[in-house]
T-cell receptor
Framework: DAMVIQNPRYQVTQFGKPVTLSCSQT?????MYWYQQKSSQAPKLLFH???????NEADTPDNFQSRRPNTSFCFLDIRSPGLGDAAMYLC????????????FGAGSRLTVL | GENVEQHPSTLSVQEGDSAVIKCTYS??????FPWYKQELGKRPQLIID?????GEKKDQRIAVTLNKTAKHFSLHITETQPEDSAVYFC?????????????FGKGTKLSVKP
C-alpha cells in the first residue's frame, strides 16, 4: 500500500554523470516536494510543484532541476553531480500547500564516486 | 524567511522517563507546527501536529504545546520506551496558497535506554 514510491532506492554515480531520481504517488495530491537530507541533518527543501506550477527555493543550485509530467510523477534531475551532492533525496506530497501533512517516500540514497 | 531552532540536538533518557524537545520559530505568520519521527534509514513520519488556534494537543503518550507569543513549541513524550529511539524533527509553516512550505529544525536524536 505504498503511497509515495521513489526509485531507485540506491543510486551510485560518477562525478559529473547526470542522474535522474523518480517519485510517483497514488494519493492524487496537488503538491510534490523534493528534499535533500544529508547525514545527521534536517531535510532541506529544494523545490516543489503546486499542480504544474514550479517553485524553486532561492538557494537551490542550478545543478538541480525537476519535472512533473503529470499529477502522479515527479523527477529530480542532477545535471552534474558533485561529491557534495551525495545525500538522501526525499520526495513528499501534500494535498495542498502550507498547513498540510506531508507524506514522504522512502528516499533515494545517492552516492557520488 | 522562516527559521526554526531545535534543542537539544541529542537527548538520552531512561526507559519510563519523560522526554522534552523544544523548538522556536521566527516567522509570526507561521501557524502550523508538525513533529516528524525518523528512525534510522527510514522515511520521516508525522507523529503529531498543532495549529496556531490551539495551545496543546495530546495523543496517548505524546503531547505538543504551543506558545504563540513566545514563538515556541515543544514535544513531550511520557513513559518513554526503547522504540521511541529515533531522530525527531520539528517544523513550521504558514497556511495557505502555494507558499508556506515546511521549514524543519535540525533534529533531536533521542535515545531511550532500557
Amino acid at each position: 500500500d505504498a503511497m509515495v514510491i521513489q526509485n531507485p532506492r540506491y543510486q551510485v554515480t560518477q562525478f559529473g554523470k547526470p542522474v535522474t531520481l523518480s517519485c510517483s504517488q497514488t494519493l492524487n495530491h496537488n503538491v510534490m516536494y523534493w528534499y535533500q537530507q544529508k547525514s545527521s541533518q534536517a531535510p532541506k527543501l529544494l523545490f516543489h510543484y503546486y499542480d504544474k506550477d514550479f517553485n524553486n527555493e532561492a538557494d537551490t543550485p542550478d545543478n538541480f532541476q525537476s519535472r512533473r509530467p503529470n499529477t502522479s510523477f515527479c523527477f529530480l534531475d542532477i545535471r552534474s553531480p558533485g561529491l557534495g551532492d551525495a545525500a538522501m533525496y526525499l520526495c513528499a506530497t501534500s494535498r495542498s500547500a502550507g498547513a498540510n501533512v506531508l507524506t514522504f517516500g522512502a528516499g533515494s540514497r545517492l552516492t557520488v564516486l | 524567511g522562516e527559521n526554526v531552532e531545535q534543542h537539544p540536538s541529542t537527548l538520552s533518557v531512561q526507559e519510563g522517563d519523560s522526554a522534552v524537545i523544544k523548538c522556536t520559530y521566527s516567522d509570526s505568520a507561521s501557524n502550523y507546527f508538525p513533529w516528524y519521527k525518523q528512525e534510522l534509514g527510514k522515511r520521516p513520519q508525522l507523529i503529531i501536529d498543532i495549529r496556531s488556534n490551539v495551545g496543546e494537543k495530546k495523543d496517548q503518550r505524546i503531547a505538543v504545546t504551543l506558545n504563540k507569543t513566545a514563538k515556541h513549541f515543544s514535544l513531550h513524550i511520557t513513559e518513554t520506551q526503547p522504540e521511541d529511539s529515533a531522530v525527531y524533527f520539528c517544523a513550521a509553516s504558514s497556511y495557505g496558497g502555494s507558499q508556506g512550505n515546511l521549514i524543519f529544525g535540525k533534529g533531536t536524536k533521542l535515545s531511550v535506554k532500557p
